[in-house]
């Protein structure tokens, strides 16, 4: 039994309809974030689109067809271009799956990606050695406002004010890459005897000087040790502080989910 590596995203529970027109895309319900899945043809491109409430993340899992070549890996500080000229930082993974069709997800941390998602036609992102693959795109901008909506009612849940977490000039930002301070040394040995997998929602407290000033679960029901794995780690963290109206380092915070997942 091997213990794949720690991703971070957030957990979030889905019941917004999708609105008129956006026939080709539906809620993913097992996904454990907001998350929109586009329902396409067997055999064609297909995109999912994850948002994470209190973090601006935007996720992306780009099905491609199936012949379409890349070089796997996982490539940190990658950069995208998109067709109105615009570039964000992301950090990338390839890989070919089980069905022989290339696999392409990215993360990016910029809280403007998202929007520029609905003014391109096409992503080009570039890693490794002046390596680049090029994505045509189509994300229709109801669905970001959907997603948006799935965003704000999340966090109102976690008793986050959706209004006055983004009215900040800026939201906390990790100073590393917060995936790689994760292993499967992390990996809770009472849940992993009992082949437990988890998400662990989890809630930081960034203080004004970027310093994680308390960190809890925000799910009761999981045990108690995978709060406390999320925790140990998070709590090593630095980050760039949120900043107020007037640009003021603030105290803010940011939600993460730790994915514990066993790969037997």
Not at 205 to 218: I, M, N, R, T
């Amino acid at each position: 039994m091997v213990v794949m590596p720690l991703a971070v995203a957030l957990l979030a529970q889905v019941s917004s309809a999708l609105p008129a027109n956006t026939e080709t895309w539906e809620w993913d319900s097992k996904a454990p974030i907001c998350t929109l899945k586009q329902q396409v043809p067997l055999g064609a491109q297909a995109v999912t689109i994850e948002r994470t409430p209190g973090d601006e993340e935007t996720e992306l899992l780009v099905v491609l067809p199936k012949g379409t070549k890349s070089n796997n890996g996982h490539y940190l500080d990658a950069v995208i271009s998109t067709g109105a000229g615009r570039t964000f930082p992301a950090d990338i993974s390839l890989w070919v799956d089980e069905a022989g069709r290339a696999n392409l997800y990215l993360d990016s941390p910029d809280p403007a990606f998202i929007d520029s998602l609905s003014d391109t036609a096409w992503l080009e992102i570039s890693y490794s050695k002046n390596k680049s693959i090029r994505v045509p795109i189509h994300i229709p901008s109801k669905i970001i406002a959907t997603l948006r909506e799935c965003e704000d009612t999340t966090m109102s849940g976690w008793g986050i004010d959706p209004v006055a977490w983004r009215s900040l000039k800026s939201r906390p930002l990790p100073l590393d890459h917060i995936r790689q301070r994760f292993s499967k040394l992390n990996y809770p040995a009472d849940a992993l005897a009992a082949n437990l997998e988890a998400d662990a929602v989890t809630k930081l407290d960034v203080a004004s000087d970027g310093s994680v000033a308390s960190c809890k679960s925000l799910d009761a029901q999981l045990p108690k040790s995978f709060e406390t794995a999320s925790c140990e780690i998070f709590k090593g963290a630095k980050f760039k502080p949120a900043t107020d109206a007037n640009g003021t380092p603030t105290s803010a915070s940011i939600v993460y989910d730790v994915r514990f997942r066993i790969d037997d």
